[in-house]
């Protein structure tokens, strides 16, 4: 663990004895980011244990690296292990060369609220309205294979176009959107995204190196 963050593990402990069962509160280390959990409460939420990887968005946001510079991200839209509807928080430590070192996350269930509302709404005559959110998403994944074949997935079901038909323009297109988002900063990613796209390793290194010439 970094020195960094090593001060924000009671957080930790604080945030989810005071927000109850409902909230997992994660902290990660991004300096090793295959396995960059190393402190988490109410982990029933997301299934991860210690050592799990970092999430899609914590890779989205290292891999923009200087572009990024929001002290932290409130009330965005995640998805637990179950498929269960999150309400979640990211606080972003730096280093002091202002560099991501580590990320505080509180991820909330929010179903039961939102089973609340419905019920009141209808008791009131109130329709229920949809809220369009310009915030981003995030995955909670418990390893390097399921993180890799979730972000493929993904984006292979926007392209609508199984990989066993994709031709290599758009499987060029899937390596560069998971590069993107920083899915191969992660060890093991290139292998996952070689079996779920069909391809060889040797195949994936290729294809970024024609996504690095562009």
């Known amino acids: 663990m970094n020195e960094f963050i090593e001060k924000y593990v009671s957080l930790v402990d604080f945030l989810a004895d005071f927000l109850g069962n409902d909230a997992e509160v994660v902290l990660h280390d991004t300096t090793n980011l295959d396995k960059s959990v190393v402190a988490i409460r109410n982990n029933h939420i997301s299934g991860r244990e210690l050592g799990a990887p970092a999430t899609d968005l914590v890779l989205q946001k290292i891999n923009d690296g200087d572009d990024f510079k929001n002290p932290f991200i409130c009330n965005y839209r995640g998805v637990s292990i179950s498929g269960k509807q999150l309400k979640c928080a990211t606080y972003f430590i730096r280093d002091d060369e202002d560099k991501i070192a580590g990320i505080l996350c509180i991820n909330m269930e929010v179903d039961k609220l939102h089973q609340a509302q419905s019920f009141l709404n209808s008791f009131l005559g109130t329709p229920t309205q949809e809220v369009h959110s310009e915030q981003p998403s995030e995955t909670l994944s418990k390893s390097v294979k399921q993180l890799t074949l979730e972000s493929v997935h993904k984006i292979v079901n926007e392209l609508n176009i199984p990989p066993e038909r994709m031709d290599q323009d758009e499987k060029i297109l899937v390596v560069s959107e998971l590069n993107n ?34």
Not at 190 to 205: C, D
């Open 181 to 214: 988002n920083g899915i191969f900063l992660i060890k093991g990613a290139v292998s996952e995204a070689a079996h779920a796209l069909k391809v060889s390793e040797a195949t994936i290194y290729r294809y970024l190196g024609i996504i690095k010439k562009k």
